[in-house]
Nanobody
């Protein structure tokens, strides 16, 4: 069975950095896309970034430009999301989601596999 497990969240001061991890058992053995979504308090879940097994990457939204970097270590079945210069806008629960296609889309309904989420709180 495909399982995703997100970790790495926590309470961080503004200006700090975090690296979120998503361990995706089984999924990384073939074609895949793994995306990170963020759900801020009182808001809808929105796409943050995505990576495919072919090395394709997507970054959604202007706020993350220059601050977010997605990467993967297929040997460890893990996708990472590095976030630097954290602001209060980064606060939320971060979910990793996957599909068995090389297709990055910001529509969360397109991803059949989901991790449990990891919470990020940025304090000012």
């Amino acid at each position: 069975d495909v399982q995703l497990q997100a970790s790495g969240g926590g309470l961080v001061q503004a200006g700090g950095s975090l690296r979120l991890s998503c361990v995706a058992s089984e999924l990384t053995r073939g074609d895949y896309a793994i995306a990170w979504f963020r759900q801020a308090p009182g808001k809808e879940r929105e796409g943050v970034s995505c990576i495919t097994s072919g090395g394709g990457r997507a970054l959604w939204g202007d706020a993350g430009q220059g601050r977010l970097e997605i990467s993967s270590d297929n040997a460890k079945n893990t996708v990472f999301l590095q976030i630097t210069s954290l602001t209060s806008e980064d606060t939320g629960i971060y979910y990793c989601a996957g599909m068995t296609r090389r297709m990055c889309v910001p529509d969360h309904s397109r991803y059949p596999y989901w991790g449990q989420g990891t919470e990020v709180t940025v304090s000012s």
